[in-house]
């Protein structure tokens, strides 16, 4: 099986051509001379705009190409694997329409698809500059006149800010403030007066560097009323729904950030020699890249399983984004972590030493993205808030089966987008985690046909009764009104885990006969990817149990990870990059 959000994107791989040839408008070269500069990569992204790829941020039903949320997630990793700052500066027109797309009317969503089909940028204004993330606490205001409202105040850090021609914002329209006090509203800065507003100097990074990463103050802006989206006093659950879209498309980014390192640093531990040994013929370093790639199987696996919830499963999508990304950027920080270990003091450097400094970029580039639409504590803040509400759901067990079924099954047709049917809480739980008994036994039953080896069933028992443990923790936890204590973060990173390795189980039993093992080089005919994503999960979840077992003298669990440096390495002799499903690593040129 050539799954189609991978062949989409590698067609939209193939029109921006080789990265490694400097001649190309969007080369590897470029962008580290643009990030040298601390420039905006703005012929790059005329070219993405040329190409079509603003088309991927609307709906079908707005007059765009989004069928599948998934194909768009897919092409901005690719864009990732190139260049973070890229993909950051570009994609950010959709995280400022995405608001339109959950609670505009038809016209409004006509028209904003008709102006970011026209390369015009969105900016979404969210963040102040005293009260960063606390969204409640925002002190841009909207008055209502009589023709519309008159908006006062600073957003700031603002992605595009300075360069978006539009800018959705979220404001305060009524005095008090509270759940019903704010509003969304898109403002056209090419409509507006004289001295109604300005932009702010755009801040100096350390990584993304070339971002238009600003801020805009407005002085008594007046905007029409046809600017505002949805309701009067809607705004924080526009917002938090449109999240829920955002949130999932970030994932997109830190996957294209470990496949630049990984490949990377598989192509060093095959040049590099140490006292004559190549470097990926020594255990440590196996391991470093084993490990690594362990992380990237999870990632990747949790990413698709979300991007397609989102058709299927959306109203349970306040879980599911909150998991994704919470995990996803953690895995590929960690993973960036131990790949930099391997190529040592050349992950740091610029020039020509090693990748013409590429890798220390990614390094750079890729610390921001957990900050995005809301840090891990503000992710993992919201999975103890939904606690009580997971608990009971659980212990009913309901399992929407058809909805579950197509996120997993690649092969299955989704649904039509329709952000309209998100919901802020997860009425009915989760459904991944619901279904993990059953998804065991019939891991069980093919290990007892001898179909997949019995370290695996016994991974995903051990994954069963973690899932209970967790559940239980749960259940028993106490709401506290303000500040939750460190241990229900914990139990939140727990909670995650647990998502991530139900996912994983389910992805791997919907198409385990449908993917095409040679071209995965083994990763799905035995299981291997997905017992090394539950082994490396578990000993997140049980962290003392392996060190028990092999303080005991009994077989290290992990050993099993080890073995996935034999298909990164067929993968990257192949011309193909690091992933779950086969992406070649020039599209369609190879």
């Known amino acids: 099986m050539r799954h189609s959000a991978y062949r989409v994107a590698e067609e939209f791989d193939h029109l921006l051509g080789d990265p490694r040839d400097a001649g190309r408008l969007f080369s590897h070269a470029r962008s580290l001379v643009l990030d040298e500069r601390e420039e905006f990569p703005l012929e790059i992204c005329r070219e993405l705009d040329l190409l079509g790829l603003p088309a991927h941020y609307v709906p079908v039903a707005h007059g765009g190409a989004m069928r599948a949320f998934e194909d768009t997630l897919q092409i901005m990793r690719g864009i990732a694997r190139r260049d973070l700052t890229v993909a950051i500066a570009h994609g950010k027109t959709f995280l400022g329409a995405a608001s339109v797309w959950v609670a505009g009317d038809p016209r409004q969503s006509r028209d904003l698809g008709a102006e970011v089909l026209r390369g015009t940028p969105v900016s979404w204004g969210l963040t102040e500059r005293e009260h960063g993330s606390d969204l409640l606490a925002g002190e841009v205001c909207a008055e209502r006149t009589a023709d519309g409202y008159r908006v006062t105040g600073e957003k700031w850090l603002i992605n595009n800010a300075t360069r978006g021609d539009l800018v959705c914002v979220l404001a305060r329209t009524a005095p008090e403030g509270g759940s019903r006090g704010f509003s969304v509203l898109m403002i056209d800065k090419r409509g507006l007066g004289p001295g109604s507003f300005r932009t702010l100097p755009a801040a100096r990074l350390h990584g993304i560097r070339g971002a238009d990463i600003s801020g805009v103050a407005f002085t008594g802006a007046e905007v029409g009323r046809s600017a505002l989206i949805g309701a009067e006093g809607d705004g924080l659950e526009i917002v938090l729904k449109s999240l829920q879209l955002t949130r999932i498309l970030c994932a997109a980014l830190s996957l294209g950030a470990l496949d630049q390192a990984l490949d990377m640093a598989t192509g060093y531990a095959l040049a590099r020699h140490n006292h004559g040994t190549p470097l990926v013929g020594l255990p440590q370093s196996r391991r470093l890249l084993a490990r690594s790639y362990a992380d990237l199987l999870t990632a990747e696996a949790l990413t698709v399983f979300a991007a397609r919830a989102l058709h299927t499963l959306p109203g349970e999508l306040s879980t599911v984004s909150a998991v994704t990304k919470f995990l996803v950027p953690t895995l590929a920080e960690q993973a960036l972590g131990r790949l930099s270990r391997l190529v040592g003091t050349r992950?740091?450097?610029?020039?020509?030493?090693?990748?013409?400094?590429?890798?220390?970029?990614?390094?750079?580039?890729?610390?921001?993205?957990?900050?995005?639409?809301?840090?891990?504590?503000?992710?993992?803040?919201?999975?103890?808030?939904?606690?009580?509400?997971?608990?009971?759901?659980?212990?009913?067990?309901?399992?929407?089966?058809?909805?579950?079924?197509?996120?997993?099954?690649?092969?299955?047709?989704?649904?039509?987008?329709?952000?309209?049917?998100?919901?802020?809480?997860?009425?009915?739980?989760?459904?991944?985690?619901?279904?993990?008994?059953?998804?065991?036994?019939?891991?069980?039953?093919?290990?007892?046909?001898?179909?997949?080896?019995?370290?695996?069933?016994?991974?995903?028992?051990?994954?069963?009764?973690?899932?209970?443990?967790?559940?239980?923790?749960?259940?028993?936890?106490?709401?506290?009104?303000?500040?939750?204590?460190?241990?229900?973060?914990?139990?939140?990173?727990?909670?995650?885990?647990?998502?991530?390795?139900?996912?994983?189980?389910?992805?791997?039993?919907?198409?385990?006969?449908?993917?095409?093992?040679?071209?995965?080089?083994?990763?799905?005919?035995?299981?291997?990817?997905?017992?090394?994503?539950?082994?490396?999960?578990?000993?997140?979840?049980?962290?003392?149990?392996?060190?028990?077992?092999?303080?005991?003298?009994?077989?290290?669990?992990?050993?099993?990870?080890?073995?996935l440096v034999e298909p990164l390495l067929a993968q990257h002799a192949a011309g193909q990059l690091p992933s779950l499903l086969p992406y070649s690593r020039l599209g369609a040129l190879v």
Do not use: M
């Not at 443990?469 to 229900?488: C, D, F, Y």
């Not at 093992?517 to 000993?539: N, P, V």
């Open 347 to 563: 992950s740091l450097l610029l020039g020509d030493t090693f990748e013409h400094g590429r890798f220390q970029k990614v390094l750079r580039d890729h610390r921001i993205v957990g900050i995005f639409d809301g840090s891990s504590v503000i992710n993992l803040n919201s999975l103890v808030n939904q606690f009580p509400l997971l608990a009971r759901a659980h212990r009913r067990g309901e399992v929407d089966e058809a909805g579950l079924h197509a996120a997993a099954g690649l092969a299955d047709r989704l649904p039509e987008l329709d952000p309209g049917r998100l919901e802020l809480l997860p009425r009915r739980g989760s459904s991944v985690l619901h279904a993990v008994p059953a998804a065991v036994a019939e891991l069980r039953s093919l290990a007892a046909a001898g179909e997949v080896p019995a370290s695996l069933a016994r991974r995903a028992v051990e994954l069963a009764e973690v899932v209970d443990e967790v559940i239980e923790q749960i259940g028993r936890h106490k709401p506290v009104p303000v500040a939750a204590p460190a241990r229900s973060f914990g139990l939140a990173e727990n909670y995650a885990r647990c998502f991530a390795a139900a996912a994983a189980l389910q992805l791997w039993l919907r198409n385990r006969s449908a993917v095409d093992s040679a071209a995965t080089h083994g990763l799905w005919e035995s299981g291997l990817w997905l017992e090394c994503t539950l082994t490396t999960l578990l000993r997140r979840l049980r962290p003392t149990r392996t060190e028990h077992l092999v303080a005991g003298g009994g077989e290290d669990p992990e050993a099993v990870v080890d073995q």
